[in-house]
């Protein structure tokens, strides 16, 4: 009995103050008491549901909004300050991108032409495990985009002591090793003259290194004489958007510019920048001009800044050469550099045409022997924009 008056007492207590009839008293309080049992049933009903959302795919959502409620179960995931697979790959793509290994700096280098064969022979076998098919290919990272790079080298050798053969020995013998320590993948591509009588032509052997490179998946080209090398391994071979003359400074020239817009011996291009400026001209046939010209298309036409590396690191040794009586200077290198920009449109990379006589893969470099169709040149008065 004293158990019930007690539940009536509490169920009063719950209940607004009302006045009426008994009756309507009963059936009041019949009623207050199902809305409090469906009350409570609704608010259990809720609990339920955060619990089940909270194993469900919205615990991101619940996280923010369960604290707010008091409700913080220990199943609910704490959000890490930094989601931790972002950390995992960054870390990840560092280790894997090729960086250069044991660099050395300031190199000892001389040209002592009676030991040019043993030198060669030596570096040979220090080096060839680590090319194949001609390249260079690090085989425990990830070579960079802008670090496939194709050392390009016009050549013909013409004389009879095969001089320009040696300094490309002693080219190889210092480069391999120093690219091999700036870890990329690269590949030397000896562009060489077919020997039919016409004159020598750099600037047209440099274009075909560059259609030919370009199809084997290269993206940066370096246009490079056989008889320059690096006095430094720090000198870093890679290619940025801006085309750079490499070769300014020079032991010939003292390490100083002979004049300001040189832009012979070294010259390194992405393939967009160099198509950009329509490669070089294909007509400086014999010495000169050719390089003047590159400069004319990229500075003065494309509107590129001219951009050298380091004075103090970007330093070459030249081996010291006459030049050949078969390469004779042109006698029209000043008109057609004057008329730089009458031909720049039509004779370059658009107009290229060659004959791939030959072609094979040596341990340390890819040998390419092309006929440059001196007959089908383009005749100098339209060059000049008279045509
Ligand atoms: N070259 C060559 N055979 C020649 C003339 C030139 O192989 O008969 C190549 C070689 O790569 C050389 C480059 O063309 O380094 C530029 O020629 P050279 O060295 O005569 O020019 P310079 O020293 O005046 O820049
Ligand atoms: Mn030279």
């Not at 199943?75 to 697979?85: D, K, L, R, Y």
């Not at 690090?138 to 050798?157: G, H, L, S, T, W």
């Not at 700036?182 to 077919?194: M, T």
């Not at 290269?218 to 890679?238: A, G, Q, R, S, T």
Request: overall charge negative; proline content about 5%; aromatic content about 12%.
């Amino acid at each position: 009995m004293k158990e019930n008056e007690d539940k009536e007492a509490m169920i009063q207590a719950l209940l607004p103050k009302t006045s009426g009839r008994k009756t309507e008293d009963d059936e009041f309080l019949s009623c207050s008491y199902k809305n409090l049992i469906f009350g409570t049933l609704l608010l259990l009903g809720g609990l339920l549901y955060l619990q089940v959302a909270n194993t469900s795919s919205c615990q991101y959502t619940l996280s923010i909004v369960a604290p707010a409620y008091g409700y913080q179960s220990d199943t609910v995931p704490q959000i890490p300050a930094e989601p931790s697979w972002i950390k995992e790959e960054t870390e990840e793509t560092e280790e894997k991108i090729c960086t250069p290994k044991d660099l050395v700096g300031a190199l000892a280098i001389n040209f002592d032409m009676s030991k040019v064969e043993e030198r060669y022979k030596e570096m040979a076998v220090e080096n060839q495990e680590y090319f194949e098919n001609g390249e260079h290919l690090p085989k425990d990272c990830e070579v960079a985009p802008k670090k496939n790079i194709a050392i390009i080298i016009p050549f013909r050798d013409m004389t009879a002591d095969l001089f320009r053969t040696k300094q490309f020995h002693y080219f190889l013998y210092y480069i391999v090793p120093i690219l091999h320590r700036q870890n990329n993948h690269f590949a030397v591509y000896l562009v060489n003259q077919a020997n039919d009588g016409s004159p020598f032509n750099r600037a047209k052997l440099l274009n075909i290194g560059f259609d030919v490179a370009k199809d084997d998946g290269f993206d940066c080209f370096f246009f490079h004489d056989v008889d320059l090398v690096p006095e430094n391994d720090k000198n870093i071979y890679e290619c940025l958007d801006t085309p750079r003359h490499y070769s300014g400074y020079i032991d010939k020239f003292n390490y100083k510019l002979p004049y300001n817009t040189i832009f012979g011996g070294i010259t390194a291009f992405t393939a967009e920048a160099f198509e950009k400026i329509n490669g070089y001209s294909n007509e400086y046939w014999g010495w000169g001009g050719e390089d003047d010209d590159l400069e004319r298309r990229t500075i003065g036409g494309a509107k590129y800044k001219l951009v050298r590396p380091s004075p103090q690191i970007t330093r070459y040794k030249m081996i010291k050469h006459d030049h050949e009586t078969s390469n004779k200077p042109n006698p029209n290198r000043v008109k057609l550099l004057k008329a730089w920009n009458k031909h720049n449109q039509f004779d370059g990379l658009n107009s290229l045409n060659y004959e791939l006589i030959e072609r094979n893969n040596e341990v340390f470099y890819k040998n390419i022997t092309v006929d440059l169709k001196y007959e089908e040149r383009i005749p100098l008065q339209e060059l000049l924009g008279n045509g």
